[in-house]
């Protein structure tokens, strides 16, 4: 097929999937965050950090809750990173170095998600899983909190300044928005080839003889979140780009759809939530003319 041609067709099938799913997404989300019920499992999660749901919080005890989560977060994934190699699935791999595990560490919580390594050389696949992944979900979801916290804070009416509240925001976003969206984006990249592994790879011989080794891991259900929460930090120096990350046409169209699907449809969500969709409508308006301008 020639290259332009598919190119505009990936293009449109992109652009088609985000308009069918732009206002019952958007909705749904609205939904999420406004709604008074919460999950068996939300339940579980509260009465395990000893949270009450029920409690509104300020613009300053929501930033708090927000920034003390950052904190412990930092530590953990600090921690997690310089005992790598003490830790199961390790593959052989030391401990990562003090300021790459801390560069890494504020990277992946910030969601900026810098890589200064290789990481198929330095991180091990459980360093993947229990620390980066993790990060890539509860980053992106205190993302969508914060937007959602703004959001209340431009309709609240009662004066008493209370925005909701952050660990019930998180937990929803988490369990009701992130999780749904990465199950099923992990399991169409499987279908197309998507590496998903528990192995840390194996080695083969060169047409040449020498040798050499390939690096695989469960990267596919990274993969997914890595895309659905904007994150970046592939399991890949190569990132997206690899082939064991994003193997065909139809894996490089999910993978920009799982990038764009819930920045775009938050704007639905926020016209929603203030009662005024066409304000949603501008900001999406905005959005779609940047776009354009750098397509």
């Known amino acids: 097929m020639n290259p332009a041609l598919a190119s505009t067709l990936q293009l449109v099938a992109v652009l088609f999937v985000l308009a069918v799913v732009y206002v019952p997404l958007g909705d749904y989300m609205a939904r999420v965050f406004t709604g008074l019920r919460d ?26 809750a927000t920034l003390s989560f950052a904190f412990v977060s930092v530590v953990v994934l600090y921690l997690l990173q310089r005992l790598q190699g003490h830790l199961p699935m390790s593959g052989g791999k030391p401990g990562v170095t003090p300021a790459v595990a801390f560069n890494t560490a504020v990277s992946f919580v910030t969601n900026t ?5 290789s990481p198929e050389a330095v991180m091990s696949n459980f360093s993947n899983m229990a620390g980066l992944a993790v990060q890539n979900f509860v980053s992106a979801a205190v993302g969508i909190a914060v937007a959602v916290a703004l959001i ?24 009701r928005i992130l999780l749904p969206l990465a199950l099923l984006v992990a399991v169409i990249l499987l279908t197309q080839g998507v590496v998903q592994s528990f192995k840390s790879g194996w080695g083969f011989t060169n047409l040449d003889g020498s040798s050499g080794h390939a690096v695989v891991g469960p990267f596919a259900s990274q993969e997914a979140i890595k895309e659905l929460g904007t994150n970046g930090g592939g399991t890949y120096a190569a990132n997206s780009a690899h ?17 764009l699907i819930i920045p775009v449809c938050l704007t639905r969500t926020y016209g929603t939530m ?22």
């Open 152 to 175: 209340r804070g431009l309709i609240a009416r009662k004066g008493d300044g209370q925005i909701g509240n952050f660990w019930v925001d998180l937990t929803r976003s988490i369990f």
């Open 39 to 64: 999950l068996r499992p939300e339940r579980w999660f509260y009465r395990a950090v000893r949270v009450d749901p029920k409690r509104q919080q300020t613009w300053s005890g929501y930033a708090a």
């Open 113 to 117: 998600n810098w890589q200064s390594y």
């Open 274 to 295: 203030v009662g005024d969709r066409r304000q949603g409508n501008t900001i999406l308006g905005v959005m779609a003319s940047l776009f354009a301008a750098i397509l």
């Open 243 to 259: 082939p064991f990350e994003n193997p065909t046409p139809l894996s490089n169209v999910v993978e920009i759809l799982a990038l």
